[in-house]
């Protein structure tokens, strides 16, 4: 069983940049690939970036290409999410998420959530 806690949201203003944490409890990241995940008001849950366990590999979506970065730290204690030029349309609910599968955009194949953090961005 691997606990996600997501840390770091917020507000910030349109262009301005965030850093969101996902630390997972008792164990560490190794062996899990991870992806944050977000749901904004009045719309589904979508992938928003993700790190394959394999090869550190990393995809992400369309939205956020060239403004947000995923990263683990070497300790493999925590997995970020660095965003940078934020948008009004980024506002939403942040969700950590982890599985021993290799890397993929479908929430239905990641077993581990965290509860999720909202960061809003104002124009």
């Known amino acids: 069983q691997v606990q996600l806690v997501e840390s770091g949201g917020g507000l910030a203003e349109a262009g301005m940049s965030l850093r969101l944490f996902c630390k997972a409890q008792q164990r560490t990241f190794r062996g899990y690939t991870m992806a944050w995940f977000r749901r904004a008001p009045g719309k589904d849950r979508e992938f928003v970036a993700g790190i394959n366990r394999s090869d550190g590999s990393t995809d992400y979506a369309d939205s956020v290409k060239g403004r947000f970065t995923i990263s683990n730290d070497n300790a493999g204690n925590t997995a970020s999410l660095q965003m940078n030029s934020l948008k009004s349309e980024d506002t939403a609910v942040y969700f950590c998420?982890?599985?021993?599968?290799?890397?993929?955009?479908?929430?239905?194949?990641?077993?581990?959530w965290g509860q999720g953090t909202q960061v809003t961005v104002s124009s």
């Open positions: 998420a982890a599985t021993t599968r290799s890397l993929s955009r479908r929430s239905d194949d990641f077993d581990y």
